[in-house]
């Protein structure tokens, strides 16, 4: 019995012996895997050897472009290697070239920065503040008030003109601001200054380019009817106007013998309107009165059905009339100084479509305000009423206005549409800004600004009311204009040069 316990002491002895045994090479041979998968990722492939690198140098001998290029060194320089570094080759094709054109969008980006600063002259601004020591910081609100752009001085000295008109005015007849908007008329106290210099210019300038046929037996016509349009725009309007508004009067006179003598007899009666199209501007008075009356009132005349006056006046302080002495008496024909009133006639009936006003002038600031027409409810909205607003739009920026601006109920949603189709941008509104009827109203204010006239909404506006063919052929001849204009500045010029030199000789 001792015999066989100690025989199986000793078995079991050399059988744990041998688990020892097996569990020490099992970790042996783990630690060498490990060590061997580690000598694998730090020894570089023959592909991707690993770049040499500079002998070190003493980083305070090396220069900054040294020290970027001993940095640079180090990294892979190959697409592939680059993104095996960042663990990022094991995406989509798609990604990693998404990623590499990143980079390198990145890179061009800093490097077009880089090349700006450096042809600008920054680096050069930078290294002389440096060494003379100037602080350089942002430059405060009063100096950023110095340093603002300066009004054109054309607009200025008709800012003056403007101011001297309303110093001049006695509270009597037409306001000063319906008188510089009235189309010139050719009269005895005007024939001999500036209307001739201009009538003579124009009627030259359309004979070396007519802009049309020659009416027969009517030889000078097409160039009386371009000459009188634009002299009739005055001294004190842009140049691009007048040529623009000439050779529209031009070509509706032009059309026929008939439409020659029609336009020919408006013009000896009603000289001072503004003639478009469709319509035609004439200063508000008391003729106009009736007819006013009989569009507005809401009843049935000729083929106009009845309709709630209400549609017309409902969002306005005054009205609906009883009478048509009760609305002459009425704020529609009683104009203020700052204020102006024209009548919008249909060019062919001669029927008047309604009434628009322009209120709240001020020349200090270049500002005015543009009401709504008042029409009938058929007529709001159309091309007649689109036309007339055009055609004060476009005179007021002539002039030199700098900005219009519509205020409209904010209930009246119908009228909201206006303002959208002239081109205005609506600014904001102003809560309890009116008391109408004994009620409070909320306005929104829209505005449209020279630049934006100019920029591109006459344009847009142009086309719709003319066509995009009548459009292109008015650029085109503000271009001829233009360069007629240059090159007769430098004959101009040439000739008072060869006089002086000749009195100096």
Aim: hydrophobic content about 35%; some cysteine.
């Amino acid at each position: 019995q001792d015999t066989i316990l100690h025989n199986n002491v000793n078995g079991h002895h050399q059988q744990k012996h041998d688990v020892e045994s097996n569990e020490f090479d099992q970790s042996n041979s783990t630690s060498d895997d490990i060590l061997l998968l580690c000598q694998r990722q730090v020894t570089p492939s023959p592909r991707h050897a690993t770049p040499k690198t500079r002998p070190a140098a003493n980083n305070d001998t090396m220069s900054d472009l040294d020290k970027l290029t001993s940095a640079l060194s180090h990294l892979p320089l190959t697409p592939t290697a680059l993104l095996e570094t960042f663990g990022l080759h094991t995406l989509p094709a798609a990604q990693k070239y998404g990623i590499l054109l990143g980079i390198l969008t990145f890179t061009l980006t800093v490097g077009t920065v880089l090349t700006l600063l450096t042809l600008g002259g920054t680096w050069k601004r930078i290294e002389i503040q440096e060494k003379s020591g100037e602080i350089v910081s942002a430059p405060d609100s009063v100096v950023q008030r110095k340093r603002r752009a300066l009004i054109m001085e054309r607009l200025l000295e008709n800012r003056d003109w403007m101011r001297q008109n309303y110093e001049r005015y006695d509270g009597n007849g037409i306001t000063p601001l319906a008188q510089i908007m009235m189309t010139v008329a050719p009269t005895q106290e005007n024939e001999t200054t500036s209307y001739k210099d201009n009538y003579t210019k124009a009627y030259r300038r359309c004979q070396d380019r007519p802009g049309g046929d020659i009416l027969g037996g009517l030889p000078d016509a097409r160039f009386e009817s371009y000459a009188r349009a634009y002299a009739g725009c005055g001294d004190r309007t842009s140049l691009n106007y007048r040529w623009s508004y000439a050779r529209m009067y031009q070509n509706m006179c032009g059309r026929s013998h008939e439409s020659e003598a029609r336009y020919g007899k408006l013009w000896k009666e009603r000289g001072t309107a503004i003639i478009g199209v469709m319509v035609r501007l004439e200063v508000l008075e008391k003729r106009h009165a009736k007819q006013f009356y009989e569009v507005t009132s809401g009843m049935a005349w000729g083929e106009h059905k009845g309709y709630d006056p209400d549609e017309v006046w409902g969002f306005l302080e005054y009205g609906p009339f009883l009478s048509e002495q009760s609305m002459l008496e009425s704020e529609i024909f009683r104009i203020e100084k700052d204020q102006a009133g024209f009548a919008i006639v249909d060019m062919i009936t001669d029927r008047i479509l309604g009434v628009v006003h322009l209120t709240n002038d001020d020349p200090k600031n270049l500002n005015v305000q543009l009401d709504l027409p008042i029409t009938k409810p058929s007529s709001e909205g159309t091309l007649e009423v689109l036309e007339a607003c055009f055609l004060l739009l476009d005179r007021l920026f002539a002039y030199g206005y700098r900005r219009v601006q519509i205020a409209i109920d904010t209930q009246d949603v119908r009228s909201k549409r206006l303002p959208r189709s002239l081109g205005f941008t609506q600014e904001g509104q102003i809560p309890k800004h009116r008391i109408i009827k004994d009620a409070n109203r909320d306005s929104v204010i829209y505005g449209m600004l020279n630049s934006d006239w100019d920029g591109g909404a006459r344009g847009v506006l142009y086309k719709k009311l003319y066509g995009e063919a009548a459009w292109k052929a008015d650029r085109v001849n503000t271009s001829k204009e233009e360069k007629a204009e240059e090159e007769a500045r430098r004959l101009k010029d040439k000739n008072e040069s060869e006089i002086e030199e000749k009195k100096n000789a």
